[in-house]
């Protein structure tokens, strides 16, 4: 029997002693509810009983209630459970075992890790029961994220105690000490100063940005334009890359740093389809010059710290496992962790399937992002399609109802920045006839600019910033400083 029991301890750790002295202390002083409402739960309680117990104390008290000896009698008669284990007896029990109020609350976080300690027993023992499992029955892949998931969510509700409650005035002092440029650490540069003066600063950290656009319009340009730029103002910046290989990310990359190039002479400049070529043998090898400029771009990219994690299929949950180590060990490495690029949001794959809900599973997805960025505490650059809706206007700058599956894309977003460009519109166009309309084309063709088109950004201003964009070099600029403020966003 004795053994029994002990087994029973170690596959369910509690202390029933502690739940009666809290509980006990909670009728003495209902006051103490203040101190442990945000974490302590009824099923955080081994007995159930005593869980019931909890529950019906909260409400009477949340409701302006005293929950007393006298207030809980009517509760504890009605309750066949507590009739079994004495009834109104069963209050004296408690009562007895009270606390003082100071140690309370010691035995209500006693009560709670004890919880998490059942539940995390309890899913090692699901993990173990699923690993043996055929690996027919679940992919391994499907196993760890689903195991990484369960154990996130866990830990945020298992130390929800040890959460941060900031006064109003210790908030306002880290807001000076900002703005006095004492720890100036909230926002991340882009490296456009153009782009970061539009986002009131630059990135900020916990929030989710989308860039939006149709295809052709240099959402990847300018991803790899931010994921650069943070990197080189010392930020840790990893990419996402769900479209394209690491190899096709590098070719972009060679051929932005190129066109930067100043040993490069404009007759040997580079287009990352020029390398595509010249690795596929289907044009000539690459000139000295401009061999010599690839060498240059490697090294520039030697200690930048951006790392492409390129692979389909990818969820949530298995983008969170492959980052977390890679941002402590970065911290470790002095580096501070900047801007993660996720390209594109739409390829990401919902962890759970919702039927044949698209709009389901992309809500499922943004919410992901949104919780990564809280999680990491980094800014999250998710590049999103947009629907065929803005293409059937005359004027095809796009708007927030373009966003697919708009609703949730939207709502979980901090800020929406849609791209514009002219040059792809009239590159489609049929070439006019009459010297005037063809020299007018042309002009439209050659046009470089990059309208970033700020539809939302929560606390700061809509509006519009145009920059410079050589989409054949990947390369994305300041054009100038032509902010063009069109009003508050709600």
């Not at 539940?119 to 173990?128: F, G, P, Q, V, W």
């Not at 109003?168 to 882009?190: H, P």
Request: hydrophobic share 40%; proline share 3%; glycine share 8%.
């Amino acid at each position: 029997m004795m053994e029994l029991e002990e087994e029973t301890a170690r596959k369910n750790p509690h202390n029933l002693d502690a739940e009666q002295a809290f509980l006990g202390a909670l009728f003495y002083d209902n006051s103490l509810l203040e101190q442990v409402s945000a974490w302590l739960k009824p099923e955080h309680f081994y007995d159930p009983v005593h869980g019931r117990i909890y529950e019906r104390a909260v409400d009477m008290i949340t409701h302006g209630q005293l929950a007393d000896s006298v207030t809980l009698k009517q509760s504890f008669e009605a309750d066949d459970g507590i009739a079994e284990i004495g009834g109104t007896r069963y209050l004296a029990v408690l009562l007895e075992a009270a606390a003082d109020s100071a140690a309370a609350v010691e035995y209500a976080r006693m009560v709670q890790d004890l919880s998490v300690r059942r539940a995390l027993l309890k899913l090692s023992r699901d993990i173990t029961a699923s690993a043996e499992r055929s690996w027919t029955a679940m992919p391994t892949t499907e196993l760890v994220e689903r195991a990484e998931t369960e154990l996130v969510e866990l830990a945020r509700g298992g130390i929800e105690h040890e959460k941060r409650v900031s006064s109003l005035y210790g908030a306002a002092g880290r807001v000076l000490s900002d703005v006095s440029g004492e720890t100036r650490t909230a926002a991340v540069t882009t490296g456009i100063s153009d782009l970061d003066r539009a986002l009131a600063g630059g990135l900020r950290r916990s929030k989710l940005y989308i860039v939006a656009g149709r295809p052709g319009m240099a959402k990847t340009v300018l991803g790899l334009a931010i994921q650069h730029g943070g990197a080189s103002a010392g930020f840790f910046s990893p990419m996402v890359q769900n479209e394209m290989d690491a190899d096709e990310v590098a070719e972009r990359y060679m051929s932005m740093l190129a066109a930067t190039d100043t040993e490069l002479s404009s007759f040997d400049r580079i287009t990352y389809e020029d390398i595509a070529r010249w690795r596929t043998g289907e044009s000539d090898e690459p000139n000295r010059a401009q061999r010599a400029a690839m060498e240059r771009a490697r090294e520039r990219m030697r200690d930048l710290p951006m790392p492409i994690i390129d692979g389909a299929g990818m969820t949530v949950p298995g983008i969170r496992s492959r980052l977390r180590r890679m941002y402590r060990d970065a911290e470790r490495d002095g580096f501070q962790p900047g801007p993660l690029i996720i390209d594109y949001l739409q390829l990401i794959e919902a962890h759970t399937q919702r039927g044949n809900s698209l709009t389901a599973e992309v809500t499922d997805i943004a919410n992901g992002l949104k919780q990564l960025a809280k999680e990491l505490k980094v800014p999250v650059v998710a590049l999103s399609q947009l629907s065929r809706a803005c293409e059937q206007r005359q004027d095809k700058r796009p708007h927030l109802g373009d966003l697919r599956e708009s609703g949730a894309i939207e709502q979980n977003a901090d800020a929406v920045l849609m791209l514009y460009r002219e040059a792809y519109y009239a590159e489609q166009e049929e070439a006019p006839v009459g010297v005037d309309a063809a020299a007018e084309w042309a002009d439209r063709c050659n046009d470089r600019t990059l309208e970033v088109l700020i539809r939302k950004l929560r606390g700061g201003k809509t509006g519009v910033v145009r920059l410079h964009a050589d989409v054949a070099r990947n390369l994305v600029t300041n054009k100038a400083a032509d902010w063009v403020e069109q009003g508050r966003a709600a």
